[in-house]
């Protein structure tokens, strides 16, 4: 088992933790059996990692069908499951974000970064299959989703002059990501914003501004 980052932090009044542990099932599974006296409100965010692979600086996509998305989705419930056997443990499922490989790569310098825009085209496509069945376990077990692919989504309306229908195009601001995977401070300050808020609602069932006080730099502020 291994424990790519760790981090403790207090926000106003909950003691909150933050791990980066693979394989995270087994972390989870581990860190519950050995904590079962205490309460657990429990996030499962599934990372870029499980999606592409690295090939040297660059990265690529693991596969081109739904092998990937089906292998996390039977980890979800398997989580499920273990969180079962905890009556003081909740979990909820946080929905992933597209991202861009062909804008990674350019960042990192690939002589044919366009080669990867169909990668593009076949994450998004199958990051919002696995953000469906997010949505929809989620809803199973009465938790509400957090929309964190939403705040990357820019929808456009395309009308036809001659008949006056119109349709609805959706794509992406991949320009909220640094380097096409990780996001700016911008993007990074709307999730935290999202986290907290669910955090205190969940343990506090208000949204109380004292204790979501986030602290920004002037800096920052002044480029939200």
């Known amino acids: 088992m291994y424990i790519f980052f760790s981090k403790s932090i207090h ?33 499962i965010w599934t990372g870029t990692c499980d999606i592409f692979e690295k090939e040297g600086r660059f990265t690529r996509f693991r596969t081109w069908d739904n092998t ?6 039977s980890q979800y419930y ?18 992933v974000p597209c991202f861009s490989i062909f804008a990674y790569n350019k960042f990192k310098g690939h002589t044919s970064p366009d080669s990867f825009k169909v990668h593009d085209t076949e994450i998004c496509r ?22 964190f692919n939403s705040d990357l989504k820019r929808r456009r309306k395309d009308t036809n002059k001659k ?12 320009a909220a990501y640094y380097d096409g995977i990780h996001a ?4 990074a300050l709307i999730w ?3 986290l907290t808020d669910d955090i205190n609602f969940n343990c506090f069932k208000t949204l109380n501004e004292d204790v979501l006080d986030i602290h920004v730099t002037e800096e920052e502020l002044s480029s939200l």
């Open 163 to 174: 008949t006056g229908s119109f349709r609805i195009r959706t794509s992406y601001k991949f």
């Open 11 to 43: 926000i106003g009044l909950l003691f909150v933790e933050f791990w980066c542990a693979a394989p995270a099932v087994d972390f989870l599974e581990k860190h519950l059996k050995t904590n079962q006296d205490k309460s657990f409100l429990t996030y």
């Open 126 to 147: 199958q990051v919002e299959h696995l953000n469906s069945v997010i949505r929809e376990i989620n809803s199973g077990i009465k938790e509400r989703t957090l929309p």
């Open 68 to 73: 990937v998305v089906d292998h996390i989705v």
């Open 192 to 194: 935290t914003k999202r």
């Open 78 to 95: 398997r989580v499920i499951t273990i969180v079962k056997q905890y009556p003081n443990t909740k979990v909820k499922f946080i929905e």
């Open 184 to 187: 700016d401070k911008d993007l």
